[in-house]
């Protein structure tokens, strides 16, 4: 049985991670069924067989991120003209599906020469694009239904880890500088549809503006198009919370190896 303290501690958790965004979309109007999958730490072990398998470590702030939960999804509905509709969605892949998608093992990781981004012609040398070299890699962070895809991008022209957009039109766009500042800019924008258009200078569709001027007005202007927030302007996560989940799941799976 879990215990008031350890409940207490899980929610608390969830809390400063969101940024008790949770609590906020629960006082606006027409919005349901809020939904949050808690998921339980990854193990150390299977994080250093990840980056042994890819050959690459992951960036700190999101190894603590996968050692505090694996993976991350908040779902919520909306209530537009009599009608309940599925339109807030915040995810972060687990561990297992944060797969390569360009890089040297592509082919052997599937078994199968699988069409990927590998195939396409995205050696892009226009300014502000990435580069993909011999030892570029690319994995999928979250793949938006389909109509985009964000990716953990090691850029080898720069060795730097960032986080990438690509459109269905397979362009690029910079995103954010790191995962905690991905992770702000999401919940800072509640994770509505093409909220990331907001920062890659693509206007919005039409219902999209809709629902961000019903659930998050603060995310437009007068010109639906132009960026309203900077990406240095989001609430800021206190990274110790990670150390704060990583220490009392340990203790909970210490604990239950003594009552054995």
């Not at 919005?31 to 470590?57: F, G, M, T, Y």
């Not at 890659?200 to 219902?207: A, F, K």
């Amino acid at each position: 049985m879990t215990s008031s303290s350890e409940f207490f501690s899980e929610e608390q958790f969830y809390d400063d991670l969101t940024l008790n965004l949770i609590k906020s979309l629960d006082w606006i109007p027409g919005v349901h069924n809020i939904k949050l999958d808690k998921r339980q730490p990854c193990e150390k072990a299977s994080i250093i067989a990840w980056e042994q398998r890819q050959c690459c470590q992951l960036p700190l702030d999101l190894k603590n991120f996968y050692l505090s939960a694996d993976g991350f999804e908040l779902t919520y509905d909306f209530r537009y003209a009599g009608e309940l509709l599925s339109v807030g969605r915040l995810s972060i892949n687990s561990l297992t599906d944060l797969r390569c998608i360009y890089g040297y093992s592509i082919i052997e990781q599937s078994g199968e020469a699988m069409p990927s981004l590998k195939d396409l012609d995205i050696v892009n040398v226009v300014e502000g694009k990435p580069t993909f070299g011999p030892s570029s890699k690319i994995f999928e962070l979250d793949y938006n239904d389909g109509v985009s895809m964000v990716c953990l991008v090691y850029n080898d022209s720069s060795h730097a880890q960032e986080i990438w957009f690509l459109d269905r039109s397979l362009n690029w766009f910079k995103l954010a500088y790191s995962f905690s500042q991905y992770f702000r800019m999401m919940l800072y924008h509640h994770g509505l549809p093409e909220w990331q258009f907001l920062h890659v200078g693509i206007g919005l569709s039409p219902w999209s503006e809709q629902l961000m001027i019903a659930i998050a007005p603060h995310l437009v202007s007068p010109e639906p198009t132009k960026k309203v927030v900077s990406r240095t302007s989001e609430p800021q996560i206190d990274p110790n919370i990670f150390k704060v989940r990583h220490k009392l799941s340990k203790k909970n799976k210490d604990k239950k190896k003594y009552l054995k």
